[in-house]
């Protein structure tokens, strides 16, 4: 019995001895493992990614994307091409091309008169509210506030030439009475312009009204008139 008991104790008294030198084998791996990690990443020789030629191969990229998208007339030239202007010249030359080749000739449908009621163009959704506002004697809001535009331009520009008649004579405070009005008027016109071309369907924007270019305008318009 007694050497039994004596055998328990000293196993029992040995077990937290052999489970201290086991953490401590795993520290001691750990930190192995951890000076090598570590070591590696601080290590000067390894391989780091290269920004620019990151950056140069997603430039070309985006290039060749962009390349793509021009027609074959144009491609391989793209840093020449300064405007749509230039796109638009090699369509109209692939017209004209068409033309001279009779590839317009006996097409159908030729000499009847085109089917507008529907615009194949157009986004769906549009194309039906525009449909419904030309049944019932409407138009687009844009379309409305263009002729709004144009007839309030054509009405100015009549009262700057009787306004002009004032000025150059000995007394020219009826002409800047007169001017100063025709200013405020031309802003509020210039407002309209604004919010047309806010509203309009892209490529229909017009230009504002300068009034330097509007006195120009009337000049020439004087000067032919004589």
Not at 13 to 38: C, D, F, M, N, Y
Not at 77 to 99: F, G, K, P
Not at 135 to 141: S, V, Y
Not at 197 to 221: A, H, S, T
Request: proline share 5%; net charge positive; aromatic share 6%.
């Amino acid at each position: 019995m007694a050497l039994r008991f004596a055998a328990r104790k000293a196993l029992s008294s040995s077990a937290p001895l052999v489970q201290k030198s086991r953490t401590a084998g795993e520290s001691i791996v750990l930190r192995g493992r951890w000076a090598s990690s570590s070591s590696s990443s601080s290590d000067p020789s390894s391989p780091k990614p290269n920004k620019k030629v990151t950056h140069d191969r997603l430039a070309s990229v985006i290039d060749a994307v962009n390349d793509r998208k021009l027609p074959p007339e144009l491609r391989g030239q793209r840093n020449n091409v300064r405007s749509e202007t230039d796109i638009i010249n090699v369509v109209e030359q692939r017209v004209w091309h068409a033309m001279e080749e009779g590839q317009f000739e006996n097409l159908p449908g030729k000499g009847k008169p085109l089917d507008l009621s529907s615009n194949p163009h157009a986004d769906p959704a549009e194309d039906t509210l525009y449909r419904i506002l030309n049944k019932n004697g409407c138009a687009p809001e844009w379309v409305e506030l263009n002729k709004e535009i144009r007839n309030s331009i054509a009405g100015w520009r009549l009262a700057l030439r009787k306004a002009w008649m004032y000025k150059g004579g000995r007394d020219d405070s009826k002409w800047l009475e007169l001017s100063e009005v025709l200013k405020l008027q031309l802003r509020d016109l210039n407002n309209k312009v604004l919010h047309y071309n806010l509203i309009v369907p892209f490529g229909r924007q017009m230009f504002g009204f300068k009034w330097e270019r509007e006195i120009d305008r009337l000049n020439e318009e004087i000067q032919m008139d004589k």
